[in-house]
């Protein structure tokens, strides 16, 4: 899958990719200088697994993006989107990556054929203020606070973020 | 690797000629048994070998001591793999009748499919004492000939196959081959001047590549035997024949060098760099043309040249990349500022090792140091180069710092200076830790410094950022096996072999004659005391490297069936300078 995104920087679109087992060392080696958590195999197993609902952003051919969704179908319950991991290495942002990431992985959500998302949720640390300013510009609004949700970071609370997905039609380009 | 295939060690295509001489010799079989004896060959040529060993026990029942049918059988079953019998029964044969070309022929392909070529060379001859006309045996005693060097005899094995059989066209051009391989080139420009002459009358639209090939080996013969003006002339004469484009130019400006004709020779040079302008080789002879004309090197004359080459093709980084050589002092800064930072802008992995001929000279190390150490400062603090005339300010891609941080990574590692290396590398690699040439980088680094274990441990992190990457593949079993860890280095290697590491690994890399790994397998063991294991690998080498000669073989009759006559004398020196390859070399 390669799609081509012209974004703020139009010189040098973004190449999107979905995940391969070939490159899984890139993914780790970017998630874990973005994230304080650290993922492990198992975590990466699953995400190879449904490499559908992962999007990789290769700038001038150099990885500096990734998301990693989950779908949560719950009995009696919609499905919803899980945003997992969302990151980009940190020389590389202001320049509309992390937008064009999140609307491709929201784009990619509302067209999966035999089901309606409607909804997509993350996780994101209480005094992370940029990554929730981040989301709530695409829509999300912060729907509740997990104390001591994670083991090894301080503060450990975490909010949880939402989007309602049935609104509106194709996210709008934001 | 070649491209064709191996052929399978006995069944050679063979076709004997049973010319009457031989039939006398065979005793005289009754019509019968002749028949039968027809078969025998036949079903040998086509592989037919059960049949082969029925037809001739048929004819051994009725004479047991028939000489060339024994022979045949021996030859059969040797195929079949009997060959123990096989060859017991071809001397039989030989003894019973040690006149029979036929036997000889036998006797000398079996050495032959032995690879002991001196022998059935011997073979072959008493074969040619018995049936002087044989052509079938002169041409395989030829192929030997020319495989062992023997280039009179080849020449005069040539002259003869000619003589009786001058309507193929082959035997023209090995005859000339071989007089050419000889030195003796008057020959081989008559022979070929004879031939060329003989085709006039022929079809000119028939086999273009061929007749254009003959034009460029006649001028190349020419040219070896000091002929120049001729060469030149022949190409002249026969411009639209020759079919390679390019080969013709480049033979038209070359001819003109060694003539003098120095101004001619410059416009044709002039005109291949306008054809490709990135090619070294023929800036090189354009400068040889030039100083020639000046009478000496001119490095200001030079510069001149190359700053209107430089406007003339924009877009070529080879006279840029060539004046920073001819450039010196403030010149050097400027044009260097804008070759540097035009491949830094566009993210170019290689830019360090297209300057690093120029570390030789300390000024030039000290100006490109300035220059980048500028770059980075500036780069950091605003996103963009330090200004300079005539160079558009623009905003620079994040990443665009991390190539400027591995260039000077890569710089202080050149001039020894490792630890402010390191620092650089780290850097770089905390900034965009998904680039894979940091780690290779850093793996080079860390060898230099001695540490071959972090080094093999930090390829094998830049490996798995790629796994269908088969340079840093190699790069991680490289450095494992420099630190020793050869179980490692091997299991890494091997992912890339055909079963891709199940099954029998050592012998996939075998096959793929992995002369670096090999080697590098070998010192690991050196290095380790294991000196029996050491002796094994390198002696892989050396195998590899006699099955390079062993492959001649089958060229010399493809090349000369295809007429590709510049590239089949290229490949025999090719051949004959084989041992003093570098890898070779390192492993002996």
């Known amino acids: 899958l390669f799609v081509v995104a012209m974004g703020e920087s139009g010189m040098h679109p973004l190449v999107f990719t979905e995940m391969s087992a070939k490159v899984i060392g890139q993914v780790k080696a970017l998630n874990a200088a973005v994230f304080p958590i650290h993922y492990d195999d198992s975590f990466y197993d699953s995400v190879l697994a449904t490499p559908h609902l992962t ?53 990619m959500v509302q067209s999966l054929g035999g089901e309606t998302v409607t909804q997509a949720y993350l996780h994101v640390q209480v005094n992370n203020d940029e990554a929730r300013r981040f989301y709530e510009r695409h829509g999300f609004c912060v729907s509740h606070e997990i104390p001591n949700y994670y083991v090894r970071l301080v503060p450990a609370d975490c909010h949880v973020l939402v989007k309602d997905l049935t609104s509106a039609g194709p996210s709008s380009s934001a | 690797p070649l491209l064709l295939p191996p052929p399978s060690p006995l ?3 063979f076709s004997l000629s049973l010319s009457p001489q031989s039939m006398d010799s065979s005793k005289k079989l009754p019509s019968k048994e002749a028949a039968l004896f027809r078969n025998v060959i036949k079903f040998y040529e086509l592989k037919q070998y059960k049949k082969g060993i029925k037809a001739a026990d048929a004819i051994l029942k009725v004479f047991p001591d028939h000489g060339e049918t024994l022979a045949m059988k021996g030859l059969t079953l040797s195929c079949m793999d009997q060959k123990e019998e096989g060859v017991e029964l071809v001397r039989k044969g030989l003894r019973k009748d040690p006149r029979s ?19 059935a060379i011997k073979c072959y001859r008493n074969a ?16 030997l000939q020319i495989q062992m060097r023997d280039t009179k005899g080849y020449a005069e094995t040539r002259r003869q196959i000619l003589a009786l059989r001058p309507s193929n066209k082959s035997h023209w051009l090995a005859y000339a081959a071989a007089c050419h391989m000889g030195g003796d080139m008057k020959t081989s420009t008559r022979v070929l001047q004879a031939y060329a002459d003989s085709l006039t009358d ?7 590549y061929e007749r254009s090939e003959l034009i460029l080996y006649r001028t190349m013969i020419l040219v070896e035997g000091g002929d120049i003006a001729g060469a030149l002339e022949i190409v002249e004469n026969n411009k639209d024949v020759i079919v390679d484009g390019l080969a013709l130019r480049e033979e038209r400006a070359r001819l003109l060098h060694l003539l003098g004709r120095l101004s001619e020779a410059e416009t044709e040079y002039r005109s291949l760099l306008e054809i490709n302008c990135e090619c070294h080789e023929y800036h090189a002879h354009f400068r040889k043309v030039l100083e020639e004309q000046w009478g000496g090197p001119d490095p200001e004359k030079m510069i001149g040249v190359y700053d209107e080459l430089e406007k003339a093709f924009p877009h070529s980084l080879a006279p840029k990349r060539l004046l920073l050589d001819f450039s010196k002092g403030d010149a050097f800064r400027t044009r260097a500022d804008r070759y540097v930072r035009a491949l830094l802008h566009k993210g170019v992995p290689s830019l360090f090792m297209d300057i690093r001929p120029l570390y030789n000279d300390e000024e030039k190390v000290s100006i490109l140091e300035r220059l980048f150490l500028d770059y980075a400062s500036s780069l950091q603090s605003n996103m963009a180069f330090p200004p300079l005339e005539g160079v558009e300010a623009v905003k620079e891609t994040p990443d665009t710092y991390m190539w400027v941080l591995f260039l000077l990574a890569q710089h202080f590692d050149c001039i020894h200076e490792q630890e402010r290396a390191l620092a650089y590398i780290d850097e770089a690699l905390r900034h965009t830790p998904t680039v894979l040439e940091l780690y290779s980088t850093k793996a080079l680094l860390l060898k230099h410094c001695g540490d071959y274990e972090g080094a093999a441990k930090i390829a094998e992190e830049g490996r798995l950022l790629d796994l269908a990457d088969r340079f840093i593949n190699t790069e991680a079993a490289y450095f494992a096996l420099r630190a020793d860890m050869v179980d490692r280095g091997e299991q890494t290697a091997v992912i890339f072999t055909k079963d891709g590491g199940g099954g029998e690994q050592s012998s996939n890399l075998f096959d793929a004659q992995c002369i670096w790994y090999e ?41 000369l069936r295809r007429g590709t006559l510049r590239a089949y004398i290229s490949f025999l020196r090719m051949e004959d300078r084989l041992f003093g390859h570098k890898y070779y070399r390192r492993a002996a």
């Open chain 2, 11 to 13: 069944s050679l295509s």
């Open chain 2, 519 to 559: 080697t590098r397998t070998g010192e690991s063991y050196l290095r380790t005391g294991q000196y029996g294991k050491a002796l094994k690998m390198f002696l892989r080498v050396d195998k590899h490297f006699m099955e390079f000669v062993e492959d001649q073989l089958d060229f010399h009759t493809y090349c």
């Open chain 1, 55 to 107: 999007r990789l952003a290769y700038h001038r051919g150099i990885l500096v993006g990734a998301a990693c969704c989950r779908l949560e179908r719950e009995a009696n319950q919609p499905s919803k989107v899980y945003i997992a991991t969302l990151g980009v290495l940190a020389p590389y942002r202001s320049m509309g990556f992390g937008s064009q990431l999140l609307r491709e992985i929201l784009t």
């Open chain 2, 202 to 208: 022929e079809d000119p639209t028939r086999a273009p």
């Open chain 2, 128 to 143: 040619l004492r018995a049936d002087k006309e044989n052509l079938q045996v002169l041409r395989d005693l030829s192929f």
């Open chain 2, 101 to 119: 070309n036929v036997c000889w022929h036998v006797y000398g392909l079996l050495y032959r499919a032995d690879h002991n070529y001196v022998e």
